[in-house]
């Protein structure tokens, strides 16, 4: 199957223009399966929960999940995206995984990075590996990637590609996902923004880089720091079933969970 990590300059408070974008870049290249960025439709740098209710939509009922949605039935493809979500009077950080025959899952983020904590509640499901047909998927959140319990509960549970959106402003973790991806055999796809948020006379930058890395730890293709893009990689998803490092090791049958105290 054909994997992508579309990298996309965001901008604040317009989800129309970035919807719009978003399709465009999607239609560049054929693939399977798209992943976008992590609050693509908004922006990221909220002033603060009244600013981020206000760009928040219900899921799927929304109008970006209906955008998203007849995209992937047009396409014929899969997508994750990330989107600021309301549930009542909550406010999640989550990102939607979408097929051609519509909404199939909503991931809210565990793990708030900085300010997050000030504009979402924490997200309250657990983890979850969802079956496509071809592949395997879990979802992951930015700042979720600094916890090894994020993908090794998801690599436990059988998936195969970690869908990781993001908006990256620390340094590390790209170069970090080859040892998650190393230590639980999957793929990844993460796919990060590039440009800035201005506010109030300050600005936030994101990093690039958005990244498709292999089970042994490969950066398969990688983006550029400051320009959108459309990263596309073929890949057999069943490279990641196997979890032997060499004929004596297996990485989730000799782990020791016994041993491990918290």
Known sequence: MKIAAVQMNCRFNEPERNRRRAIQLLERTRADLYVLP?????????????????????VPEGETCRVLIAAAKRLRCHLVAGLAEKAGDRLFNASVLIGPGGFIACYRKIHLFDEEKKWFDPGDKPFAVHDIGVAKLGLMICFDWIFPES????????????????????????AAMVTRCLENGVFAVTANRVGQDRRGGQSLSFTGRSQITDPRGRIAARASKLMEEVLVQDIDPGRADDKWLNPANHLLNDRRPALYQS
């Open 151 to 174: 993908m090794r509960s998801l690599a436990l549970q059988g998936s195969q590609i970690i869908c990781h959106s993001a908006n990256l402003v620390l340094p590390y973790c790209q």
């Open 38 to 58: 992590e609050l693509f439709n908004s922006g990221y740098w909220f002033s603060g929960r009244e600013e981020a209710q206000a760009a928040a939509e219900p």
